[in-house]
């Protein structure tokens, strides 16, 4: 048997790894537990984050919205800031898993798992967002692409936990897309993910635009050559498709079960085409 | 370790393993074998109970994850030997065949209900999307959950 | 208990409803007993290989460990299988797939089992293996079995195919493939046994052949038939996945050897899909040939079943494809060749379309073809050559009982979605394509010829008058007992509340033929009939003797007693129950299934198992959209018409006919168990995955109603049609969207945009 210790507050917590240093930290459980029960993984002891109310806040600071590692997925959707403010990052969440399992994973669950397949990341990647790591020496704040090393590997030190992560407003973005193609509609682990947004100006011309695939790499792929590509061209066929020939040369899939490496390379540059659709649909709304 | 929780209107205590699995727990020590277990790995939603009102997975819980909450099992839904609104429109839908899913399928459908009263069809099946079943397509499930929205709908607008 | 009348015809709520919706229902896998021990199994983990040496010490050793077993503590046989008994209880000598169990251990609670099994060490030797079932009827290739890597080659010949294809104005040749499919039933392989004092064994399990599992374990482990009871309880699924052994062996003898206490086993998800039975791998060949007006006139062709290391069912279910493998048309020669083949890949057995959906989707796609190839139309091409009563079918048999394929495509032609398809089609947004299947498809109800497809039912009047049913059929979520209260009301005129229903139990019940095959209600139905009708009379009888009346003229049956019309005076059950002997207070009658009654020669080499000559009939209709960026296919409408017969009870026909779909659309879009060398690469719902609430859409299900004169109130198994079309009707909507055809299943997304007209890798 193994403890499980559920301090109350973030000071209760640093005493709980003082005493347990060697104890694994998480949050909804949808993965850890997973690994543990089926014998995985033998952690010494357990600390559930689930019941510190202060890390599952989320509000609004200056230009960003900082949002608490533990709110659950459920939370996040029903939250209003994210709905209005970041929906690329309210449409990933939507997609995750299944109802309850929306209801246990968390935020910073999804980030500190750090899957290449993780569904939030692409959008706070395409934001620029920064995760906030905290110790009882105080806290740090990093770039989510720097936190996040490689294919479940982040830079979290031994009594760090991730506490929030920090995504400025997307201002000057009219178009907030997020795409998840997977094997079924629900309880569906990604094959490859896009979230993208654009500014588009009124003539249809692509201003700006912020572009991160899922499952196409190691760690989210980003391409700054397809965003350049874009900008100050038409939103068009024509655009997307260079666009996407750019996309399809730099990503490094994998074949594995679910897909092989051919198919997400395709579908990653193939996806970037709908943008035209999404941004009429958005014009017709 | 000792760990309290309020099960289906009860104060309820156990004596366990802390990291046991909650659904053991239930099923086992408690004998409340009402819920299931399909997969041991988040994936098929038999094991979904409701903590404090909201479906989970309780083969994805360490049992000291209870302790306090307000826990459902399937044999906490009926009031006073009346069955919920839900499991009456599961029995007339034909919404039950080998009725394995339907413990986790009943309460997902008490949860969805729960926050949205008046679900489309589209609705309900995403609501529905974490409980497999292998039998029914899900057609007659989601009939069910319409008639049971319909018939609290009329029983709280009365 | 509901007081309202239980009636044939009617969609009367489930009587197990209740039950199941406050979690009441107890599966095997909630029974459990005081000083309980958990049983498993030790797998092998190599597809093949030569056993050198099993060392138990360390898990023996381990506290909380009761036994170590292994092929040494095997009394009897040490063989199990249906038919052919060629699969150990426990592997001795070698192992032929990953799945075969080496050591059995008795451990006082899961954990320490778990930990115990991950003890033993199993030296094993590799052997070369033989993972393709062509490779493995090559002249070197390694043996599964000493006898021989073909286990059964069987040839199906009606009139000279070959000779005929000459004389056709159109010839079309084309090849298929499927693969593995999981029955992923909720509730895993599971039972509780014990050892009763004086040594009978009884075993509660999750199984769909109670009666037959005893001569199984019998025979494996030496034991008497008699010593053995086996009790049903509901499972929680089965789909074929239960016919037959699976923890059954295993655990009597755990039971031998727990000195008198309760055992438990239960599979965990990894373990049943790497122990047990799937649905066969075909590869199929086809040449079809046809006038110019439609009219078939030859089918050759040859099916590859990959049967895997053990023979289970795996000849019956080659037989009952080939059967099929013309489909629902008149044919007038056909040259249907079948191998069943030993692989080291996992079992491969019994599952809902038993052989028949695989084959489905050849003759399918074949008649697709010959439709666009002729430029008729699917539907009209389907319907020229549709079998009718009267009929000789591809298999050379007069059908003689109710045939309702033509009715079923009339339905469909005359139906909204079909008429206003080319409508749907054309109205397909950005980078979406739309096409519409169709699939005519049949599937025989029983055993065949070669042993009685039979039933014994027994209805009683209890002591406290109520009336209740012995089922001796398992209950696997069909919905059988249902429709045994159903027929036991109808015929014995009672509410809900005057009737009971017992599962099967060896003790109890009497034997009958398995929970499969379209059969269940079929049969047993037919003997409940004879049995409530005996059990009527009976009460009658008594009830005149006490009511003191001349003759039983003017009694009838009413709820909870009998009633004499003319005097208004009335005998209530609860008297009846009270005053007759126990064994007055019993019906038992029973029921064998008719057989073909032609001279069918058209097989030679089938011993059991063919041919048939009853058979429920479906065509459906598919709509697809077709995501030209992703490849992805969404299924959006779905129409199944059916004929089987009347119907008892209308929403538990339309319940199977649903479920039968999710499961062919499982097959046709998703699933496949992935092997390499042998080992299952996706063990688990993680990554085999099978379609949620948002994969299926709504199903329109219309029932064609014909009377079957030899069924219970008309009736026909319809549970395995609906299985068998949805392959082919997906394959022909995508074929129609994007102008090629797909010849592999699952029709994954990825198949999909590697296909021309599919934004492939060049975009």
């Known amino acids: 048997m193994r403890e499980v210790i559920l301090p109350g507050s973030i000071e209760e917590l640093w005493r709980c790894l003082d005493d347990k240093p060697q104890a694994s930290v998480y949050a909804g459980g949808t993965d850890l537990l997973v690994k543990m029960y089926n014998g995985l993984f033998d952690p010494e002891a357990l600390i559930c984050l689930d019941r510190i109310e202060e890390l599952k806040e989320v509000g609004e600071q200056g230009g960003s919205i900082r949002i608490g590692a533990c709110a659950t997925h459920s939370g996040l959707l029903e939250d209003p800031l994210v709905r209005k403010r970041l929906p690329a990052l309210w449409k990933a969440i939507g997609g995750i898993g299944s109802p309850p399992v929306r209801n246990m994973g968390t935020i910073g669950g999804n980030i500190c798992t750090a899957s ?92 700006k635009a912020a572009l991160a695939w899922g499952s196409v790499a190691p760690t989210v792929f980003r391409c700054p050559e397809a965003e350049e590509a874009l900008a100050g061209k038409p939103l068009c066929a024509e655009s997307l498709s260079k666009a996407a020939e750019l996309v399809r040369d730099g990503v490094s899939p994998i074949s594995d079960l679910r897909a092989d490496a051919d198919y997400r390379r395709a579908v990653a540059g193939n996806l970037l085409l709908r943008l035209v659709d999404i941004a009429d649909e958005g014009k017709g709304r | 370790m000792k760990i309290s929780f309020y099960l289906n209107g009860k ?140 018939k609290i709908g009329r029983g709280k607008s009365r | 208990m509901t007081t309202r009348m239980i009636e ?101 609670d899961r ?86 004092e004086g040594g009978r064994i009884t075993m509660v399990v999750s199984t769909q052949a109670p009666f037959r599992d005893r001569f199984e374990i019998a025979h494996a482990l030496g034991l008497d038939v008699e010593a053995i009871r086996v009790v049903s309880p509901c499972l929680g699924g089965g789909f074929g996945g239960k016919d037959g052994a699976t923890v059954q062996c295993l655990l009597a003898l755990a039971a031998l050897r727990a000195g008198g206490r309760p055992v438990r086993m239960l599979w965990r998800r990894e373990e049943s899909f790497s122990a047990g039975y799937k649905r066969h791998p075909v590869r199929m060949r086809y040449r079809v040939g046809a006038m110019r007006d439609g009219a078939l006139h030859s089918i050759d062709c040859r099916l590859i079943y990959d049967t895997g290391p053990y023979a289970h069912l795996g000849v019956e279910v080659m037989a009952l494809g080939m059967e099929h493998a013309c489909g629902p048309y008149r044919v007038p020669n056909t040259l249907v060749e079948g191998l069943c083949v030993y692989t080291n890949n996992p079992i491969s057995g019994a599952m809902r379309g038993f052989g028949v959906c695989q084959a489905s989707f050849g003759i399918e796609s074949m008649m697709d073809q010959l439709a666009s190839k002729l430029g008729m139309s699917r539907l009209d091409i389907r319907l020229k050559n549709a079998l009718r009563r009267g009929d000789r079918n591809g298999a050379g048999v007069t059908l003689v009982h109710s045939t309702g394929i033509v009715p079923c495509l009339e339905a469909l032609g005359g139906h909204r979605l079909w008429k206003q398809s080319a409508k749907w089609k054309s109205e397909a947004g950005p980078y979406k394509k739309r096409g519409v299947g169709i699939a005519a498809v049949s599937n025989a109800i029983g055993y065949g010829r070669g042993l009685p497809d039979s039933a014994i039912a027994r209805v009683d009047l209890t002591k406290e008058g109520k009336i209740r049913i012995y089922s001796s059929v398992a209950d696997m979520g069909q919905g059988n007992s249902n429709a045994f209260v159903q027929i036991a009301g109808q015929i014995l005129r009672q509410d809900g509340s005057r009737l009971e229903i017992i599962q099967p139990d060896t003790d109890l019940a009497h034997p009958s033929g398995s929970s499969s095959a379209g059969r269940t209600t ?44 003319p005097s208004g005076e009335e005998v209530p059950f609860e008297l009846l129950g009270r005053v007759l002997s126990e064994t007055d207070r019993i019906a038992v009658k029973e029921f064998v299934m008719p057989v073909a009654q032609d001279n069918v020669d058209s097989a030679k080499e089938f011993k059991l198992g063919f041919p048939h000559v009853l058979f429920s009939y479906a065509a459906h209709l598919v709509y697809v959209e077709i995501d030209e960026l992703t490849g992805k296919i969404d299924v959006k409408e779905y129409l199944a018409v059916t004929e089987g017969g009347r119907v008892i009870n209308p929403a538990s026909f339309d319940q199977q006919v649903h479920g039968a779909i999710a499961q062919g659309l499982g097959y046709g879009l998703m699933e496949e168990v992935l092997t390499e060398r042998g080992k299952i690469l996706n063990p688990d719902f993680t990554n085999y995955i099978i379609p949620t609430s948002l994969d299926i859409p709504d199903i329109t299900s219309v029932c064609v109603e014909t009377e079957e004169s030899t069924g219970p109130f008309g009736m026909k198994g319809i549970g395995e049609v609906g299985t068998n079309a949805p392959l082919p009707a997906i394959a022909g909507g995508v074929e129609d969207a994007l102008g090629r055809r797909i010849r592999r299943s699952p029709l994954t997304a990825a198949s999909v945009l590697a296909a021309p007209g599919g934004k492939g890798a060049t975009g």
């Open chain 3, 8 to 108: 044939v015809g009617y969609p009367v709520p489930r009587f197990d409803a209740r039950a199941k919706v406050t979690g009441e229902e107890k599966f095997a896998i909630d029974y459990s007993r005081e000083g309980m021990l958990w049983a498993g199994a030790r797998r092998a983990g190599l597809a093949h290989g030569v056993i050198r040496s099993i060392d138990i010490s360390q898990a023996a050793a381990l506290p909380g460990v009761y036994a170590v077993l292994t092929r040494r503590d095997v009394p009897g046989t040490n063989r199990q299988g249906i038919i052919l008994k060629d699969q150990p209880v426990l592997a001795g000598r070698k192992v032929r797939h990953c799945g075969d169990p080496v050591a059995l251990v008795l451990a006082e």
């Open chain 3, 522 to 565: 079929y049969t047993y139905g037919n003997a409940l009939i004879k049995a409530c009708e005996d059990l009527r009379e009976k009460l009658v009888h008594r009830a005149t003797l006490l009511l003191m009346l001349d003759e039983p003229a003017g009694l009838v049956l009413l709820p909870g007693k009998v009633k004499h019309l």
């Open chain 2, 11 to 150: 104060d309820t205590c156990v004596d366990v393993p802390a990291d046991r699995k909650l659904v053991s727990v239930l099923r086992e020590d408690l004998e409340l074998t009402g819920t299931k277990e399909g997969c041991g790995a988040g994936e098929c939603g038999a094991c979904t109970i409701l903590v404090d009102g909201h479906v989970r997975l309780s083969c994805l819980m360490t049992a000291a994850q209870a302790q306090g909450r307000r826990i459902t099992t399937i044999e906490g839904l009926a009031e006073n030997g009346k069955v919920h609104p839900v499991q009456e429109a599961f029995i007339e839908n034909g919404a039950v065949q080998c009725g394995f899913c339907t413990p986790g399928m009943v309460l997902a459908a008490v949860d969805l209900l729960d926050r949205n009263p008046d679900p489309t069809r589209e609705q309900i099946r995403e609501g529905l999307s974490g409980n497999l079943c292998r039998c029914s397509g899900y057609v007659k499930i989601v009939d069910a959950v319409e008639a049971a929205a319909g």
């Open chain 1, 116 to 207: 290449p397949a993780g569904d939030t990341l692409p959008p706070l990647y395409a934001m620029k967002a920064e995760v906030e790591l905290l110790s009882r020496e105080g806290s740090r704040r990093v770039p989510i692409p720097e936190f996040i090393t490689g294919p479940g590997a982040t830079c979290l030190k031994r009594a760090e936990i991730l506490s929030a992560v920090w995504v400025k407003k997307p201002e000057g973005y009219n178009l907030h897309h997020f795409e998840k193609v997977g094997l079924r509609s629900a309880l569906a682990c990604s094959v490859v993910s896009m979230a993208a947004l654009l500014r588009l100006r009124p003539e249809g011309i692509v201003e």
């Open chain 3, 111 to 196: 954990d320490v089992l778990e930990k115990a099994l991950g003890l033993i060490a199993v030296d094993l030797e590799p052997l070369e293996g033989v993972f393709d079932p062509e490779d493995g009827l090559r002249p070197d290739a390694p043996l599964v079995h000493e006898s021989g890597n073909l286990l059964h080659k069987a040839v199906i010949k009606v009139g000279d195919a070959r000779k005929a294809l000459g004389e056709c104005d159109v010839v079309i040749e084309d090849s298929f493939e499927v693969p593995a499919q999981e029955h992923a039933f909720l509730e895993t392989e599971n039972g509780l046994a014990w050892q009763e």
